[in-house]
């Protein structure tokens, strides 16, 4: 199978994930990591799976861009 046509069970995505298969399954319920239910399975498929993991990638900010933003929004307001 190529990684396009790899599907995971909740169990496989949380060894990948380093997480307890309960926590994956209780953020596919909610919504949280995109998924398919067979039944009462949960299956994931590889891109997913990496929607996953880019999801949780945190962002880079520029911090003097925020800083700057904020200042205006500040002097906006007559803060």
């Known amino acids: ?4 046509t790899t599907i995971y ?3 496989e995505l ?3 994930l380093k997480q307890h298969v ?3 399954q209780r953020k596919a319920k909610t ?3 995109p998924h398919t239910r067979l039944g009462k399975e949960y299956r994931f498929t590889h ?3 990496e929607a996953i993991l880019e999801a949780g990638k945190p962002k880079v ?3 003097r861009a925020a ?3 904020l200042r205006l929004r500040l002097k906006t307001l007559n803060w």
């Open 61 to 63: 900010v520029d911090t």
């Open 1 to 4: 199978m190529s990684e396009s």
């Open 31 to 33: 919504g949280v990591y």
């Open 67 to 69: 800083r700057k933003e």
């Open 9 to 11: 069970t909740a169990e």
């Open 22 to 24: 309960k926590t994956v």
């Open 47 to 49: 891109a997913d799976y």
């Open 14 to 16: 949380a060894v990948l």
